[in-house]
């Protein structure tokens, strides 16, 4: 028979608040994702990821100039020692600090392929191999020299540096890219030789600020070059506060070919794109005909960039055909700035130019002491082992008689010439072949050369004056390896003002022209037919709806909406709906209120001149120009409240004014009696007891009255039949014999 099996006791629960428990975990995300992974430290610009890949290089003595080694082995150390992290994570972040185009100042020599602009992915880590930089190599100086401090690694097993020496202003020469929990870090790469010019005059004036300083620091230096178009003052402004963005363009030229064709060469992208998604995003864009000016594009690149692009024509702007592209491609693109960082690898704050520059001398200075504290104990400690090896050789045969004849020799040379513990300690390691007869000389030599180095520390450490004069030596030693005259040091981003185009022609860069045919159905339904179609009998509308109005147009067009609340909605042929169907309803397009309706649709041609009236009979004359808004809400023109409404709209087009309303009655009076506006209720133009105002028209008194009946047919009245019509503005008019019984002329915006 079988043991009983004796269930084992239930452990113990606690009952927590989940929102208690939530909060609790969410902030301990939220700190980790901050401190240790997204916001570099303002000190030495790097995320732990990127110091501790260094710093895991040094240890394997990776400096410049030394041999390879695979990048397998780098990662591995790293992960086990430092980083308990994915080893995938760790060579990414590598590969980004070899990568030239991504990197202004690499941080890592790599060897092998660790990828590309085209955003090929790099050789897996068994087949690359790597060592630091110069860079890296600033970076990392004096962090033997106690120059920083150290904390436990992740195991407590060893340690690993709180932060890097940083010799370097690798935060604003290398930049950083982050996201957390609740905030993120954008900083673009900038000119190292202008950032030290900065920062030595921030030595000089501590009181310096941001806007000073852009006398040296113009702007970003992006490794991939490209052209920045942003104003000075919006530089400026992004500098003083820490945020803003930067509007980077592709650099290009025009090339020549035979017989007067040319082609636009783009020899530099913004920084951070893809070329090859840049490329097939043109392709894109010209299959969907959407690129009118481009002919073609083809990558020609091999060590340097050279996209081509092909106009459609010779005839072609190239400033035009840029400027679509420019609109529609990353060949213009936003670099964002959010100096948002780690101050005193604590606290997150968004600094300025100042205080990022600011932060980092006083960090070079902060390593300045430390190390030379650290050379100061050496030297005293060097020193007091001189002292007692002096003794020694002066008393050489009596030293050698006790550690010959004493047990203990240690004690007893103490006792016997008043030596510290360390400097007995030294006399017993000494070795034999140390006893020559030069040894005193060389002893004394290296004595005074130490105590007159041990007088310049202590003076160093007494003057602060001394110390900001060694830190801007410093500064002035990375400008000199940097300068504007070296290959790495050389600025790559220009700056330039964005060219001045016509909007309109820009606009229309962007369409493929055609002819069309707008349709407009009685309840609203705007759609597309391709050409100029006269015969609309076959066409289809929903159940309940008619047409309404149609008119020819091209895909370029704009077109103007006269809504009856009074406003003008602009809208674009080339986004309407096309093909088969029955459209769409115009309010997807437009911001119109529901209560609203039109009045009359028609293509924007710029400079006529508009009479508009409402329903109560109130009216004026209106540009064409002051009627286009830029928004989906409109632009409102005539100024009406309901019950009262906008009514009729007529192009203007002689010197005569006809108005008819609902009672059947018109009124005929000279058109200089309306006023012209921008905006307003305008002026009575027909007095009414219990009718309103159905239609107004415009016309040469001369020429006659002509209008059009239900059947489309064209009516015509002369200038000896308008007689009894005519009178002037405000008056109530007089029945209208032979007019049309809609009381409409059908005349609308000719």
Do not use: C
């Given at each position: 028979m079988g043991k009983r099996l004796i269930p084992p006791e239930p452990a113990e629960i606690h009952e927590v608040m989940l929102r208690d428990a939530l909060e609790e975990r969410y902030l301990a995300y939220a700190l980790s994702t901050i401190m240790h992974r997204a916001l570099p430290d303002a000190r030495d610009g790097l995320k732990p990821v990127h110091r501790r890949i260094l710093y895991g290089m040094q240890l394997l003595r990776l400096d410049p100039g030394t041999a390879f080694k695979k990048s397998a082995k780098i990662v591995g150390d790293v992960m086990g020692s430092f980083h308990p992290h994915g080893d995938q994570a760790i060579y990414d972040a590598m590969v980004r600090l070899a990568q030239d185009f991504s990197s202004r100042y690499p941080l890592v020599d790599g060897q092998g392929n660790f990828g590309n602009i085209d955003?090929?992915?790099?050789?897996?880590?068994?087949?690359?191999?790597?060592?630091?930089?110069?860079?890296?190599?600033?970076?990392?100086?004096?962090?033997?020299?106690?120059?920083?401090?150290?904390?436990?690694?992740y195991d407590g097993q060893s340690k690993e540096p709180v932060v890097l020496p940083g010799g370097f202003p690798n935060l604003l020469a290398n930049g950083a890219q982050g996201i957390a929990v609740g905030m993120a870090t954008s900083i673009p790469p900038h000119n190292v030789a202008e950032l030290c010019d900065a920062a030595l005059h921030l030595i000089e004036k501590p009181d310096a600020k941001s806007k000073a300083l852009l006398k040296w620091v113009k702007g970003p230096d992006f490794p991939t070059g490209g052209i920045i178009i942003d104003s000075k003052d919006s530089l400026a402004e992004a500098y003083m506060t820490g945020r803003g963005s930067f509007r980077t363009r592709a650099k290009w030229n025009q090339e020549e070919g035979a017989r007067g064709t040319w082609v636009v060469v783009i020899t530099e992208i913004p920084w951070l794109v893809q070329k090859s998604r840049l490329v097939e995003k043109i392709a894109e864009l010209l299959n969907e005909k959407k690129l009118p000016l481009v002919g073609d594009v083809r990558d020609e690149s091999a060590e340097d960039i050279r996209l081509v692009i092909e106009p459609k024509s010779r005839a072609v702007d190239p400033e035009l055909l840029m400027e679509s592209l420019f609109r529609l491609t990353e060949l213009e693109s936003r670099i964002p700035l959010n100096l948002n960082v780690l101050v005193k690898g604590r606290i997150p704050k968004v600094l300025g130019l100042t205080e990022c520059l600011r932060e980092w001398l006083d960090h070079l200075r902060d390593v300045l002491l430390r190390r030379s504290n650290y050379r100061k104990e050496q030297i005293e400690h060097r020193l007091e082992v001189l002292g007692g090896y002096l003794i020694a050789y002066l008393n050489i045969d009596k030293v050698i008689k006790i550690i010959r004849t004493e047990d203990e020799p240690k004690p007893a040379l103490i006792?016997?010439?008043?030596?510290?513990?360390?400097?007995?300690?030294?006399?017993?390691?000494?070795?034999?072949?140390?006893?020559?007869?030069?040894?005193?000389?060389?002893?004394?030599?290296?004595?005074?050369?130490?105590?007159?180095?041990?007088?310049?520390?202590?003076?160093?450490?007494?003057?602060?004056?001394?110390?900001?004069?060694?830190?801007?030596?410093?500064?002035?030693?990375?400008?000199?390896?940097?300068?504007?005259?070296?290959?790495?040091?050389?600025?790559?981003?220009?700056?330039?003002?964005?060219?001045?185009?016509?909007?309109?022609?820009?606009?229309?860069?962007?369409?493929?022209?055609?002819?069309?045919?707008?349709?407009?159905?009685?309840?609203?339904?705007?759609?597309?037919?391709?050409?100029?179609?006269?015969?609309?009998?076959?066409?289809?509308?929903?159940?309940?709806?008619?047409?309404?109005?149609?008119f020819f147009a091209e895909t370029t067009s704009k077109l103007l909406l006269f809504a009856t609340n009074g406003r003008f909605y602009s809208l674009d042929v080339g986004k309407l709906p096309g093909g088969r169907g029955h459209g769409e309803p115009i309010r997807l397009f437009i911001d119109m209120d529901q209560d609203a309706a039109i009045v009359s649709l028609f293509v924007n041609k710029g400079g006529r001149k508009f009479l508009v009236a409402s329903h109560d009979g109130q009216g004026f004359i209106v540009n064409e120009d002051d009627c286009v808004g830029n928004t989906r809400k409109g632009k409102q023109v005539l100024n009406v409240e309901m019950p009262n409404e906008a009514r009729a709209i007529a192009t203007v087009m002689g010197d005569s004014v006809a108005v008819i309303g609902t009672n059947h009655k018109m009124v005929i009076f000279p058109i200089d009696q309306v006023p012209e506006m921008a905006r307003g209720r305008g002026v009575r133009l027909q007095k009414y007891t219990s009718a309103a105002l159905s239609d107004v028209t415009t016309f040469d008194l001369k020429a006659g009255l002509t209008w059009k009946d239900s059947s489309g047919r064209d009516q015509s009245l002369t200038l000896k039949e308008l007689a009894d019509w005519r009178g002037n503005r405000a008056d109530a008019g007089r029945l209208a014999h032979g007019l049309p019984k809609s009381n409409k002329f059908l005349r609308g915006v000719e």
């Open positions: 955003g090929d992915n790099p050789a897996a880590y068994r087949y690359t191999e790597a060592r630091m930089t110069d860079v890296a190599r600033l970076l990392l100086e004096g962090i033997n020299e106690d120059g920083v401090e150290f904390r436990p690694n006792k016997a010439f008043k030596l510290t513990e360390v400097q007995a300690d030294a006399i017993l390691n000494m070795r034999l072949r140390s006893l020559r007869k030069l040894e005193e000389f060389e002893i004394r030599t290296e004595d005074k050369n130490l105590r007159n180095e041990l007088k310049g520390i202590k003076s160093l450490l007494g003057s602060e004056v001394e110390q900001w004069g060694k830190v801007g030596d410093q500064v002035r030693n990375v400008r000199e390896i940097f300068g504007p005259k070296t290959p790495l040091g050389k600025r790559r981003t220009q700056f330039a003002d964005a060219p001045e185009h016509d909007l309109a022609a820009i606009e229309e860069a962007f369409v493929e022209r055609e002819p069309v045919t707008v349709v407009v159905s009685d309840k609203g339904w705007v759609r597309t037919l391709k050409g100029h179609v006269a015969d609309l009998s076959t066409l289809t509308f929903k159940t309940d709806d008619k047409l309404d109005q149609a």
